[in-house]
């Protein structure tokens, strides 16, 4: 019951608070440069009397640029939004007149984690599908496997949201935020490193990407929601944040599932075990 | 009945001791129900980090703590607690309402029972004409009456207030003394750790006294504990040998001009010194005991240098 009470909560104090409001402006304005953009493309298209199948590839790689952009967003505005629900209300004391009621701990923090989990999952799917939306208006595309593509971005964001979670129990709002990014950028920074590795023939290279994709398996994550969405000729672009070249394997998708549970449950026994 | 049955707390060698110090020593405590305890110390004597035990918020290091009979880390028990923190913060988007039907739906009431206690509980502690306010706009007077508020909103068996008049106007101080009163009719415990003496004074029924992680010393504020005691005489014609006659059932004696200051041993004294006095001649125009002021008895037991 506590649990449930604490997700309320949550989405209540998300929908209170300016950040929320402010990555939803952002996202839309996003939506409408990119429509505006997508607009103008498809309209030089007409122009030049491109032919279809060129036409199609080039605004399923548009799409692949929106999905990009969009992901990004939902990742910062997760960490964003939820990078004080922990370590922020243990150094204000807010928590103390709430972990004094007959509620577990455990209760607390998964509550709360749900009520983030409904958040992001919510702006992950507004935002990709207005990409989606302008895409088939303006450009009459569809990506292809979207609903085996959204829902690896949805892990993406639950993985930063966990290891977020798991900061906040033991360090401050700022180091929370500061090891989490830093974390993200070493996976993004291991991804492009590992397809380097991979267009060059380069098994070192391809080692030291899967190595910090092991540290942190949330670009990964991307690299094969994205891979899911693209059309068979995008794949075959060498590489790039949209190129597939080499698109994480299935094993690191359950490998990023197991981290995940782990982190939930380091969190959890962090916040059990540590005083108030 | 069960021993623990009187108690609303227990502890026994409760310790905590964090890297490199020790919080809470050795502490051995005991309130009975249905009493107004209060909770003395200088900073950093240990009490936030005592109550923060008894709540559950921190892990002893060793040691036994009972609540209502039951161990502190058990979570059912908090159903029958209130707690208002030293420094209340709550999530400010709440109103005044909101966070009371938060707080009653967390302690696990349903909402037939809280439409009637949430009004009931603002008109209370007179919030009721910003029930509607969020708690960003609340001044600290205001936000310590709503915590109060939240404190009580279960009916709790017993309640820890940390500071609770810290923040208030003696109208709002006189409001948390009715609170702590009606508390005390209705024979629910209070823990109340203050720094303001005279407040503890007025209101407790029980002191300890905390030093350096340990339990020091206690009183009984109902009783006259005969240790305390002083006796002040005004009387003219006094011999000096009726002064130092008084020997025999005084520790001390301080005379000036017509007032005598005594500290007898014990009130059952009072008839014989009484009649030593009149017998040596003096006139006697006062005669009354006083007790040693609860801030007296502070600076006594804790020391001259010790701030609070």
């Not at chain 1, 597939?244 to 549970?261: D, E, W």
């Not at chain 2, 009606?182 to 024979?187: D, H, K, M, T």
């Not at chain 2, 008084?246 to 009649?275: H, M, N, V, Y």
Request: net charge positive; proline share 4%; aromatic share 8%.
């Amino acid at each position: 019951m506590g649990l449930w009470i604490m997700t309320g909560v949550t989405l209540r104090e998300a929908a209170r608070k300016r950040i929320l409001w402010i990555g939803l402006l952002a996202g839309i304005a996003f939506l409408a440069l990119y429509g505006t953009g997508m607009h103008y493309q498809v309209k030089e298209f007409h122009e030049r009397h491109l032919p279809p199948f060129i036409r199609y590839q080039i605004i399923n790689g548009i799409l692949q640029v929106g999905f990009y952009a969009v992901d990004l967003l939902a990742v910062v505005l997760t960490v964003l939004t939820s990078v004080d629900a922990i370590s922020g209300e243990i150094s204000s004391g807010t928590i103390h007149a709430i972990a004094t009621k007959p509620i577990r701990r455990w209760e607390l923090l998964i509550g709360k984690w749900m009520g983030f989990i409904a958040m992001t999952v919510g702006y992950v799917t507004l935002m990709f599908g207005g990409v989606v939306a302008l895409g088939y208006w303006i450009g009459g595309v569809v990506p292809q496997n979207l609903l085996r593509g959204v829902p690896l971005v949805f892990l993406e964001c639950i993985l930063i949201l966990t290891i977020t979670f798991l900061c906040g129990t033991s360090l401050s709002t700022l180091a929370s935020g500061v090891v989490v990014l830093g974390l993200h950028g070493l996976a993004f920074l291991g991804g492009w490193l590992e397809q380097i590795g991979g267009f060059t023939n380069s098994p070192r290279l391809v080692m030291v990407g899967i190595v910090s994709s092991l540290i942190m398996p949330s670009e990964s994550l991307w690299r094969r929601a994205i891979f899911e969405m693209q059309s068979p000729a995008t794949r075959s672009l060498p590489f790039g944040p949209f190129g597939g070249s080499s698109a994480p394997s299935a094993v690191m998708i359950v490998y990023a599932g197991a981290y995940l549970v782990v982190a939930l449950a380091i969190a959890i026994y962090h916040f059990h075990k540590r005083d108030l | 009945m069960d021993q623990s049955d009187g108690f609303a707390i227990q502890t026994e060698n409760l310790r905590k001791v964090y890297e490199s110090k020790i919080a809470v020593r050795n502490l051995s405590l005991t309130v009975r129900r249905g009493e107004i305890f209060g909770f003395l110390g200088p900073n950093g004597a240990g009490k936030s980090t005592s109550v923060k035990m008894l709540l559950g918020l921190v892990k002893p290091t060793s040691g036994r703590a009972d609540v209502l009979g039951l161990p502190c880390s058990d979570v059912g028990v908090r159903r029958k607690i209130g707690f208002l923190p030293e420094d209340f913060r709550f999530y400010d988007w709440l109103t005044a309402a909101e966070l009371l039907d938060l707080h009653g739906r967390l302690c696990g009431m349903d909402r037939a029972k809280l439409r009637e206690r949430v009004p009931t509980l603002l008109e209370m502690v007179g919030l009721a004409p910003h029930r509607a306010k969020r708690l960003r706009e609340f001044s600290k007077g205001m936000l310590q009456r709503i915590g109060l508020a939240q404190a009580l909103i279960h009916e709790p068996e017993l309640i820890f207030l940390d500071e609770p008049t810290s923040g208030l106007d003696p109208m709002g101080r006189r409001l948390v003394r009715d609170v702590i009163r009606a508390q005390r009719e209705r024979g629910a415990t209070v823990f109340l750790n203050s720094h303001l003496l005279s407040e503890v004074e007025i209101t407790c029924d029980q002191v300890a006294f905390i030093k350096d992680g340990e339990v020091v010393a206690s009183r009984d504020l109902r009783a006259q504990p005969d240790g305390d005691l002083r006796l002040f005489v005004r009387a003219t014609k006094l011999s000096p040998q009726a002064v130092a006659g008084l020997a025999k059932w005084c520790t001390a004696s301080q005379q000036d001009g017509e007032r005598l200051s005594l500290s007898p041993r014990s009130t059952a004294d009072f008839p014989e010194i009484l009649r030593h006095l009149v017998s040596a001649g003096a006139d006697i125009y006062e005669f009354a005991p006083e007790r040693l002021s609860l801030e007296s008895l502070f600076v006594k037991i804790m020391g001259e240098d010790r701030g609070l």
